[in-house]
């Protein structure tokens, strides 16, 4: 299972990267986006997948998925969730002062 | 000792507070005694019972960097040249230069100069010798852009650093080198081991660096290109940095290793060779200049070209006539240079086709040009310093002998005729420029100002130079038990004893000096018939062209090379780094032996699984394909909500809630950014492009893959993880171990996540809001 | 004792907060924020006299023993860092009144510095990989804030060229921590170190080690992957630039300093001699671009870049002078980066323009800057006495010793051309005849402007001059990096 999902999150890694490699705003967006799955996708997996319980304490219960992985994913999460916030409004204010979302009309010249 | 050195140093700091002053006084008259008094302190050790001193000071003794000094007969001798020649110029200088100047600045670069100068013919330390070697450049930098409003002395400047600097950082790596070779940073230590520097693999390198360093800064061909353009520079700078002192810190240095690599072939060779081609060429060209400074700049070339040359014959003759040469060459080169300041001071000129016939106005300084010039030429009197060391480079040229090989013996051949010829330029242009100037015809239309001698006190530095001409000449052998012969056994390592005198008979040399005198005068009375030469050779080729295009191309290239990547394109640039780290980390991973597909501890697949993997990854590749706001929500939402599902089923069911709730405020997000930014259109990208990118994302998707198979097949240890379940409870108090990691285990982690979120609701904030406050405005 | 270590990261934090509360009373923001850079100056010098005496200090946060909870360490590396950063901080501080915009200054410029100086220093001081990962976003979210700060056209263009450059390596950098967690188990430096030695970097680990080396070369600037940054470090303020090109790239370069003396080390014959190769393409390509352009403040920035490939060439040398030439030019090129960038600031404010090619003849007007420029380009170009030099004395024996000729030659001519990309600024910037439409009554501005720069120039000079004051620090630290024994024992077995 654990190959399945690696190849898996490396369609994902593949497609982010696609899109990263567009012109239009919105579409490298949706690249951060699926780039940050496919890192959580593979921090899990890489802390072996299916081999017990959820990590939560319960009586008589000795066999647990470990647990580290899922707080680092989790910490990584928050912060992405931060971070593409910030890019959306990012993006957005670039739009209206650039008159463009085009990052092809955005190289700027040796002038400035 | 280190207050001989340091002393004009120390004024440097005070002389532009004195130049405040400068209404009332001259700031030269101020700063005079200085070098007068570390003249005369050197002058206390001349003598023949001269013992060789060393004062040592810590600076950086970990890395054993230390001031320390050692003063030798080599040193002594340029000690002086630095201290005396210095005073002379200074001297001069208060009459060439106006009080109007900017003479705080010209006066505390000429003394960071003397400093660094003295400090690197004193210097023991090859990393001191380097600081000051690097300041002596530096010093030269500012001197020659002195009137840096005038574009051509500002192009002197630059070049005279580029060329000077980058022979610096050679010899820096000859020096480290040598220290890596000996284990020691002083000199003297170096040349008793010079054994093992000769025997090092190492040597050819070494070689090639330390040469660089010296022919640069001593102006050798092909890099004497800067000599002439550093004329820009005020004339008494001209006199003491470019022709007395700074452009015989090369020379210096190969004198002092010539102690060890004096056996090298190798060294004699290339030494001698680029010595003499540098006389030739020198001489050559400077009867082609017409500025009075450019024709000495040759000269200088040439004299220094025949200086090193010697140096590189390497037996006893030689080294005391290199040695005398650079007492010889100093006086009567001062002298001229000085005189050629003067000339420009009076007559507001210093193109030798509008001088002439200055002898009636200037008599004085025509006097004085009159033994510089026949002095420089080799012309054979008994009063004229230049003859005898002359005579004496001839004779050294015709002894060449122990080395071995066919080549050394060609070049042994060839030598002795490629110093007669560029002795007899030398007599051409030391005739031509005492003629031109003085004698001929008086063009008075041409002149700005009209001429008149200079006043006394601007005579007296030549005067007093011309008589240490007129003085070597009379009584040759008057320096050589107190100065010449401990300098040459400093440079030569072994006793040598020299009487010079100015009759030997009827020998070689004789002839050799003959031969200039007789062909040098048909060449001067026939100047204008074969002056034409030049047109052909060297024609509008030069060395300066190869430089002027270096350093347009080194900016006009730099240009084009980096505007080829750097040209603001997002997705230029993620291709180079993706394809790099593609490319690298692949290899690594390769020829590492990193690769493992030994699939083994894998969780059986399941059918639900398996479809939701499909689903998702269906999703994924369709984000390329979407044209429509709402279905690229939907597929991005897929994605996103299919890896809650997949963590509910592995186990992560605090993972799938916060997935769950950051995916829905994420997609509200982007529905209200797809309200604001305009609609998805269709993908715009040439066949290459496209091309390219599904490379790239392929290729990079398959590192991926790779790496986390590999990664995951090689679990070389167990995890931590066990210590969490452990103790969650027992020590962290909870049940749920992904929350006691979070707040406890890795509470810090969490700390700054929140601080993170801060950062990114503040900056969002003021994305926001700045724009607003700017409207209000 | 132990909560010594953490100190340094709480105190900028608190003033972050601090100053996010009182934005609008600005000079209330001013006195605070000088305030708590002094004592940071303070307590960041006390810390590093405290360790070089004592020796590292660990703080095990929580109370959890290493490799579980998150180790928090002062070594002899990180304290210097810190304390060279609470330094740039602190001219920083008295820099940027006079640089930036009141407008600037209310919205959150101290916060978002302090929040990044908290940051760089948590980065410098931890001893776990993923709390490593998580300092690094604190440091560029809080660049982010900075470089957006007075949001022009251009600047937020190249801001968004920025943040995307940094997602995609922070992503990498998590993907990459998952990847070695598989293969090792553990997230602690020194427990990966230990172990990974035990495994004697066998398989993946190398493959994994050059991965992980990219990460931290997106963020450090190296070729080829430093395209990010030479135009969106031009485009904010230069109190912002200088703080990004003293302290941010050298995060990045820290990082594969400490990750590959201390972890990755057994095929150094991969590892390394990649990096000497990316060495010295970092160096020529870098200086290159110094070269390329006439704009001013482009040229200083990439005079970042090579300073980043020299460090590196120690780094990939991976011998006793290497990585001592490595530590100590980190060290200098930390101070004298700062103080160029202050310099340009001042030089445009004096001049109008960042446009070399309309500059000209201001020395007559503005000789102090003029000179500190002078000074500081030959800093930069590493020549005696001054701080570049002793740096570069150390790598270029230590490349001359494992005759990598090409490599020294590679930077004996950048040496050269950096000193011509900053000579030429002198050359036609303050030389040559004065430009007709100076702007007037700024020189209260420059003065202002340029004595934080002159401080910053004067540290500088004397880490050159002064070396035997400096140099037994830095072969403490480089010892420390070549014998990996100290760290791993003071982090798992006190």
Same mark, same amino acid.
């Given at each position: 299972m654990?190959?399945?999902m690696?190849?898996?999150?490396?369609?994902?890694?593949a497609?982010?990267?696609?899109?990263?490699?567009?012109?239009?705003?919105?579409?490298?967006?949706?690249?951060?986006?699926?780039?940050?799955?496919?890192?959580?996708?593979?921090?899990?997996?890489?802390g072996?997948?299916?081999?017990?319980?959820?990590?939560?304490?319960?009586?008589?219960?000795?066999?647990?998925?470990?647990?580290?992985?899922?707080a680092?994913?989790?910490?990584?999460?928050?912060?992405?969730?931060?971070?593409?916030?910030?890019?959306?409004v990012?993006?957005?204010?670039?739009?209206?002062?650039?008159?463009?979302?085009?990052? %092809?009309?955005?190289?700027?010249?040796?002038?400035? | 000792?280190?207050?001989?050195?340091?002393?004009?140093?120390?004024? #440097?700091?005070?002389?532009?507070?004195?130049?405040?002053?400068?209404?009332? +006084?001259?700031?030269?008259?101020? +700063?005079?005694?200085i070098?007068?008094?570390?003249?005369?302190?050197?002058?206390?050790?001349?003598?023949?019972?001269?013992?060789?001193q060393?004062?040592?000071?810590?600076w950086?003794?970990?890395?054993d960097?230390?001031?320390?000094?050692?003063?030798?007969?080599?040193s002594?001798?340029?000690?002086?040249?630095?201290?005396?020649?210095?005073?002379?110029v200074?001297?001069?200088?208060?009459?060439?230069?106006?009080?109007?100047?900017?003479?705080?600045?010209f006066?505390?670069?000429?003394?960071?100069?003397? @400093?660094a100068?003295l400090?690197?013919?004193?210097?023991?330390?090859?990393?001191a010798?380097?600081?000051?070697?690097?300041f002596?450049?530096?010093?030269s930098?500012?001197?020659?852009?002195?009137?840096?409003?005038?574009?051509?002395?500002?192009?002197?400047?630059?070049?005279? &650093?580029? +060329? @000077?600097v980058?022979?610096g950082?050679?010899l820096?790596a000859?020096?480290?080198?040598?220290?890596?070779?000996?284990?020691?940073?002083?000199?003297?230590e170096?040349?008793?081991?010079?054994?093992?520097?000769?025997?090092?693999s190492?040597?050819?390198?070494v070689?090639?660096?330390l040469?660089?360093?010296?022919?640069?800064?001593?102006?050798q061909?092909?890099? =004497?290109i800067?000599?002439?353009?550093a004329?820009?520079?005020?004339?008494?700078?001209?006199?003491y940095?470019?022709s007395? @002192?700074?452009v015989?810190?090369g020379?210096?240095?190969m004198a002092?290793?010539?102690?060890?690599?004096?056996?090298?072939?190798s060294?004699?060779?290339?030494?001698?060779? !680029?010595?003499?081609?540098?006389?030739?060429?020198?001489?050559?060209?400077?009867?082609?200049?017409?500025?009075l400074?450019a024709?000495?700049?040759y000269?200088?070339?040439?004299?220094?070209?025949?200086?090193?040359?010697?140096?590189?014959?390497?037996?006893?003759?030689?080294?005391?006539?290199?040695?005398? =040469?650079?007492?010889n060459?100093?006086?009567f080169?001062?002298?001229?240079?000085?005189i050629?300041?003067?000339?420009?001071?009076?007559?507001?000129?210093?193109?030798?086709?509008k001088?002439?016939?200055?002898?009636?106005?200037?008599?004085?300084?025509?006097?004085?040009?009159?033994?510089?010039?026949?002095?420089?030429?080799?012309?054979?009197?008994?009063?004229?310093?230049?003859?005898?060391?002359?005579?004496?480079?001839? %004779?050294?040229?015709?002894?060449?002998?122990?080395?071995?090989?066919?080549?050394?013996?060609?070049?042994?051949?060839?030598?002795?005729?490629?110093?007669?010829?560029?002795s007899?330029?030398?007599?051409?242009?030391?005739?031509?420029l005492?003629?031109?100037t003085?004698?001929?015809k008086?063009?008075e239309?041409?002149?700005?100002?009209?001429?008149?001698?200079?006043?006394?006190?601007?005579l007296?530095?030549?005067?007093?130079?011309?008589?240490?001409?007129?003085?070597?000449?009379?009584?040759?052998?008057?320096?050589?038990?107190?100065?010449?012969?401990?300098?040459?056994?400093?440079?030569?390592?072994?006793?040598?004893?020299?009487?010079?005198?100015?009759?030997?008979?009827?020998?070689?040399?004789?002839?050799?000096s003959?031969?200039?005198?007789v062909?040098?005068?048909?060449?001067?009375?026939?100047?204008?018939?074969?002056?034409?030469?030049?047109?052909?050779?060297?024609?509008?080729?030069?060395?300066?062209?190869?430089?002027?295009?270096g350093?347009?191309?080194?900016?006009a290239?730099?240009?084009?090379?980096t505007?080829?990547?750097?040209?603001?394109?997002?997705?230029?640039?993620?291709?180079?780094?993706?394809?790099?780290?593609?490319?690298?980390?692949?290899?690594?991973?390769?020829?590492?032996?990193?690769?493992?597909f030994?699939?083994t501890?894998?969780?059986?697949?399941?059918?639900?699984?398996?479809?939701?993997?499909?689903?998702?990854?269906?999703?994924?590749?369709?984000?390329?394909?979407?044209?429509?706001?709402? $279905?690229?929500?939907?597929v991005?939402?897929?994605?996103?909500?299919?890896?809650?599902?997949?963590?509910?089923?592995?186990?992560?069911?605090?993972l799938?809630?916060?997935?769950l709730?950051?995916?829905?405020?994420?997609?509200?997000?982007?529905?209200?950014?797809?309200?604001?930014?305009?609609?998805?259109?269709?993908?715009?990208?040439?066949?290459?492009?496209?091309g390219?990118?599904?490379?790239?994302s392929?290729?990079?998707?398959a590192?991926?893959?790779?790496?986390?198979?590999?990664?995951?097949?090689?679990?070389f240890?167990?995890?931590?993880?066990?210590?969490?379940?452990?103790?969650?409870?027992?020590?962290?108090?909870?049940?749920?171990i992904?929350?006691?990691?979070?707040?406890?285990?890795?509470?810090?982690d969490?700390l700054?996540?929140?601080?993170?979120?801060?950062?990114?609701g503040?900056?969002?904030?003021? &994305?926001?809001?700045?724009?607003?406050?700017?409207?209000?405005? | 004792?132990?909560?010594? #270590?953490?100190?340094p990261?709480?105190?900028?934090?608190?003033?972050?907060?601090?100053?996010?509360?009182?934005p609008?009373?600005?000079?209330?923001?001013?006195?605070?924020?000088?305030?708590?850079?002094?004592?940071?100056?303070?307590?960041a010098?006390?810390?590093?006299?405290?360790?070089?005496?004592?020796? +590292?200090?660990?703080?095990?946060?929580?109370?959890?023993?290493?490799?579980?909870?998150i180790?928090?360490?002062?070594?002899?590396?990180?304290?210097?860092?810190v304390?060279?950063?609470?330094?740039?901080?602190?001219?920083?501080?008295?820099?940027?009144?006079?640089? &930036?915009?009141?407008?600037?200054?209310?919205?959150?410029?101290?916060? !978002?510095m302090?929040?990044?100086?908290?940051g760089?220093?948590?980065?410098f001081?931890?001893?776990?990989?993923?709390?490593?990962?998580?300092? *690094?976003?604190?440091?560029?979210?809080?660049?982010y804030?900075?470089?957006?700060?007075?949001?022009?056209?251009?600047?937020?263009?190249?801001?968004?060229?920025?943040?995307?450059?940094?997602?995609?390596?922070?992503?990498?950098?998590?993907t990459?921590?998952?990847?070695?967690?598989?293969?090792?188990?553990?997230?602690n430096?020194? =427990?990966?170190?230990?172990r990974?030695?035990?495994?004697?970097?066998?398989?993946?680990?190398?493959?994994?080690?050059?991965?992980?080396?990219?990460?931290f #070369?997106?963020?450090?600037?190296i070729?080829?992957?430093?395209?990010?940054?030479?135009?969106?470090?031009?485009?904010?303020?230069?109190?912002?630039?200088?703080?990004?090109?003293a302290? &941010?790239?050298?995060?990045?370069?820290?990082?594969?300093?400490?990750?590959?003396?201390?972890?990755?080390?057994n095929?150094?014959?991969i590892?390394?001699?990649? *990096?000497?190769?990316? $060495?010295?393409?970092?160096m020529?390509?870098?200086?290159?671009?110094?070269?390329?352009?006439q704009?001013?403040?482009?040229?200083?920035?990439?005079?970042?870049?090579?300073?980043?490939?020299?460090?590196?060439?120690?780094?990939?040398?991976?011998?006793?002078?290497?990585?001592?030439g490595?530590?100590?030019y980190?060290?200098?090129?930390m101070?004298?980066?700062a103080?160029?960038?202050?310099?340009?600031?001042?030089?445009?404010v004096?001049?109008?323009?960042?446009?070399?090619?309309?500059?000209?003849?201001?020395?007559?007007?503005?000789?102090?800057?003029?000179?500190?420029?002078?000074?500081?380009?030959?800093?930069?170009?590493?020549?005696?006495?001054?701080?570049?030099?002793?740096?570069?004395?150390?790598?270029?024996?230590?490349?001359?010793?494992?005759?990598?000729?090409?490599?020294?030659?590679?930077?004996?001519?950048?040496?050269?051309?950096?000193l011509?990309?900053?000579?030429?600024?002198?050359?036609?910037?303050?030389?040559? %005849?004065?430009?007709?439409?100076?702007?007037e009554?700024?020189?209260?501005?420059?003065?202002?402007?340029?004595?934080?720069?002159?401080?910053?120039?004067?540290?500088?000079?004397?880490?050159?001059?002064?070396?035997?004051?400096?140099y037994?620090h830095?072969?403490?630290?480089?010892?420390m990096?070549?014998?990996r024994?100290?760290?791993?024992?003071?982090?798992?077995?006190?």
């Amino acid at each position: 299972m654990e190959i399945l999902m690696a190849i898996l999150a490396s369609i994902l890694f593949a497609t982010a990267i696609y899109n990263l490699l567009q012109k239009q705003f919105l579409r490298i967006i949706i690249g951060t986006v699926l780039l940050s799955h496919a890192a959580h996708l593979f921090l899990l997996t890489m802390g072996k997948l299916k081999r017990g319980n959820p990590p939560v304490l319960v009586e008589g219960v000795t066999n647990y998925t470990d647990p580290l992985p899922q707080a680092l994913i989790l910490t990584s999460i928050v912060i992405s969730f931060g971070v593409t916030s910030f890019l959306l409004v990012l993006a957005y204010r670039t739009y209206t002062l650039n008159k463009s979302d085009n990052m %092809d009309e955005l190289r700027g010249s040796s002038d400035e | 000792m280190i207050y001989a050195v340091f002393a004009p140093l120390l004024f #440097a700091i005070v002389i532009p507070f004195l130049s405040r002053m400068k209404h009332k +006084i001259h700031t030269g008259w101020l +700063i005079l005694p200085i070098p007068l008094f570390v003249f005369i302190y050197f002058v206390s050790f001349v003598g023949s019972d001269f013992e060789s001193q060393v004062s040592s000071y810590n600076w950086i003794p970990s890395l054993d960097i230390s001031l320390s000094f050692h003063l030798d007969g080599l040193s002594l001798l340029f000690a002086l040249l630095i201290s005396g020649i210095g005073s002379l110029v200074v001297l001069y200088s208060i009459y060439y230069l106006d009080k109007k100047e900017r003479l705080g600045h010209f006066y505390t670069y000429l003394y960071i100069f003397m @400093t660094a100068m003295l400090g690197v013919v004193l210097s023991d330390n090859v990393f001191a010798l380097y600081a000051f070697w690097e300041f002596t450049s530096l010093s030269s930098f500012l001197l020659i852009g002195y009137w840096h409003f005038k574009e051509r002395s500002r192009y002197g400047a630059i070049k005279s &650093l580029l +060329i @000077t600097v980058s022979g610096g950082f050679s010899l820096l790596a000859g020096l480290i080198s040598l220290t890596i070779i000996t284990g020691t940073t002083s000199i003297r230590e170096m040349v008793n081991q010079a054994d093992v520097i000769l025997e090092s693999s190492f040597l050819p390198l070494v070689l090639a660096f330390l040469l660089l360093g010296a022919f640069t800064k001593s102006a050798q061909f092909p890099f =004497h290109i800067w000599l002439p353009d550093a004329m820009e520079a005020p004339t008494p700078v001209s006199a003491y940095l470019h022709s007395a @002192t700074m452009v015989k810190a090369g020379i210096y240095l190969m004198a002092r290793f010539s102690a060890i690599f004096g056996g090298e072939p190798s060294f004699f060779m290339l030494l001698s060779l !680029f010595g003499i081609v540098t006389l030739v060429c020198g001489s050559y060209m400077a009867v082609r200049q017409t500025d009075l400074k450019a024709i000495l700049a040759y000269s200088t070339i040439s004299q220094l070209g025949m200086i090193m040359a010697m140096l590189g014959f390497g037996t006893d003759i030689a080294i005391f006539a290199a040695v005398f =040469h650079i007492l010889n060459h100093a006086t009567f080169k001062g002298s001229l240079f000085m005189i050629a300041g003067i000339v420009d001071h009076e007559t507001g000129t210093r193109d030798i086709r509008k001088l002439g016939g200055l002898m009636t106005f200037m008599p004085m300084s025509a006097t004085l040009a009159l033994f510089g010039t026949f002095s420089m030429a080799g012309v054979p009197l008994p009063f004229l310093n230049g003859f005898y060391s002359k005579e004496m480079f001839f %004779d050294a040229s015709l002894q060449l002998s122990g080395y071995a090989g066919t080549f050394v013996e060609i070049v042994a051949i060839v030598l002795p005729y490629l110093a007669v010829i560029g002795s007899i330029f030398t007599f051409v242009y030391s005739m031509y420029l005492f003629f031109g100037t003085f004698r001929g015809k008086y063009k008075e239309e041409q002149l700005p100002v009209k001429p008149h001698e200079a006043p006394f006190m601007m005579l007296l530095s030549p005067i007093i130079l011309v008589t240490g001409v007129i003085v070597i000449g009379l009584f040759p052998s008057l320096f050589n038990n107190g100065l010449l012969t401990h300098a040459a056994d400093a440079v030569f390592g072994d006793e040598v004893t020299k009487e010079i005198s100015f009759w030997h008979g009827f020998i070689p040399p004789l002839y050799m000096s003959l031969t200039v005198v007789v062909l040098g005068t048909i060449l001067v009375l026939t100047k204008t018939k074969w002056e034409k030469v030049y047109n052909i050779l060297p024609g509008n080729f030069s060395f300066n062209q190869i430089y002027d295009w270096g350093v347009n191309q080194l900016e006009a290239a730099s240009n084009r090379i980096t505007f080829t990547y750097m040209n603001g394109s997002l997705r230029l640039y993620m291709v180079l780094l993706l394809a790099s780290v593609t490319a690298i980390t692949g290899t690594a991973l390769f020829i590492s032996d990193g690769i493992n597909f030994e699939v083994t501890d894998v969780a059986p697949v399941t059918v639900h699984e398996v479809l939701i993997a499909i689903v998702m990854a269906i999703a994924a590749i369709a984000t390329i394909f979407v044209t429509n706001r709402l $279905a690229a929500i939907l597929v991005v939402g897929v994605v996103g909500y299919g890896l809650a599902i997949l963590f509910v089923l592995y186990s992560a069911p605090d993972l799938a809630l916060t997935q769950l709730i950051v995916e829905t405020v994420t997609v509200a997000l982007f529905l209200l950014c797809f309200y604001h930014l305009p609609n998805l259109t269709k993908r715009t990208e040439s066949i290459a492009q496209r091309g390219v990118n599904i490379v790239i994302s392929i290729g990079f998707g398959a590192l991926m893959l790779v790496m986390s198979i590999s990664a995951y097949n090689s679990q070389f240890f167990e995890t931590i993880s066990d210590y969490f379940t452990e103790n969650s409870y027992k020590l962290g108090g909870g049940d749920n171990i992904v929350n006691v990691i979070l707040v406890d285990f890795r509470g810090l982690d969490t700390l700054f996540e929140v601080s993170v979120l801060f950062g990114a609701g503040l900056a969002i904030y003021t &994305l926001i809001r700045f724009r607003k406050n700017k409207g209000a405005k | 004792m132990s909560n010594l #270590a953490v100190l340094p990261i709480v105190i900028p934090l608190i003033a972050s907060v601090i100053s996010a509360f009182i934005p609008k009373k600005l000079g209330l923001s001013r006195v605070i924020a000088k305030l708590f850079a002094i004592i940071f100056l303070v307590y960041a010098g006390y810390l590093a006299w405290v360790v070089f005496t004592d020796g +590292i200090i660990v703080m095990q946060s929580s109370g959890w023993a290493a490799p579980f909870g998150i180790s928090i360490v002062a070594d002899y590396l990180s304290v210097t860092l810190v304390l060279i950063t609470s330094i740039v901080t602190t001219a920083a501080v008295f820099y940027a009144p006079s640089s &930036l915009s009141q407008l600037q200054e209310t919205y959150y410029f101290y916060t !978002f510095m302090f929040l990044m100086i908290s940051g760089v220093v948590g980065a410098f001081l931890t001893g776990d990989l993923f709390n490593l990962f998580v300092f *690094f976003e604190v440091l560029l979210m809080a660049s982010y804030g900075l470089i957006v700060l007075g949001g022009g056209k251009v600047q937020l263009r190249e801001s968004l060229k920025y943040v995307l450059f940094n997602v995609f390596s922070s992503m990498l950098f998590v993907t990459t921590i998952g990847f070695i967690y598989a293969s090792v188990g553990t997230v602690n430096m020194a =427990h990966l170190a230990e172990r990974i030695q035990e495994a004697e970097q066998a398989g993946v680990l190398t493959g994994l080690a050059v991965l992980l080396f990219f990460v931290f #070369a997106i963020k450090a600037a190296i070729f080829p992957l430093y395209y990010w940054l030479p135009n969106s470090y031009i485009v904010p303020n230069p109190v912002v630039s200088a703080l990004f090109g003293a302290l &941010l790239t050298k995060v990045g370069i820290y990082s594969i300093l400490r990750m590959y003396t201390l972890v990755f080390n057994n095929d150094v014959g991969i590892t390394h001699e990649i *990096f000497i190769w990316l $060495a010295m393409f970092t160096m020529l390509f870098g200086v290159i671009g110094a070269l390329s352009t006439q704009n001013v403040k482009l040229i200083v920035t990439y005079n970042i870049i090579p300073a980043i490939g020299f460090i590196l060439m120690g780094i990939g040398l991976y011998s006793t002078s290497g990585i001592e030439g490595s530590v100590y030019y980190l060290i200098h090129d930390m101070v004298i980066k700062a103080a160029l960038f202050f310099l340009v600031g001042a030089l445009v404010v004096a001049a109008g323009t960042d446009d070399l090619r309309k500059m000209g003849g201001l020395i007559t007007r503005y000789p102090v800057l003029g000179w500190l420029f002078f000074v500081g380009s030959l800093v930069l170009a590493g020549v005696p006495p001054f701080s570049g030099f002793i740096g570069k004395l150390l790598l270029l024996r230590g490349s001359l010793e494992q005759e990598e000729i090409l490599l020294t030659i590679a930077a004996l001519i950048t040496s050269l051309l950096i000193l011509y990309s900053m000579i030429r600024i002198f050359v036609r910037g303050f030389w040559g %005849d004065t430009v007709e439409e100076l702007p007037e009554g700024q020189n209260k501005k420059v003065r202002n402007l340029t004595i934080p720069a002159a401080i910053l120039l004067a540290i500088s000079i004397f880490l050159g001059i002064g070396a035997e004051f400096i140099y037994p620090h830095v072969e403490t630290i480089a010892n420390m990096l070549l014998d990996r024994a100290e760290y791993i024992n003071a982090v798992l077995r006190e």
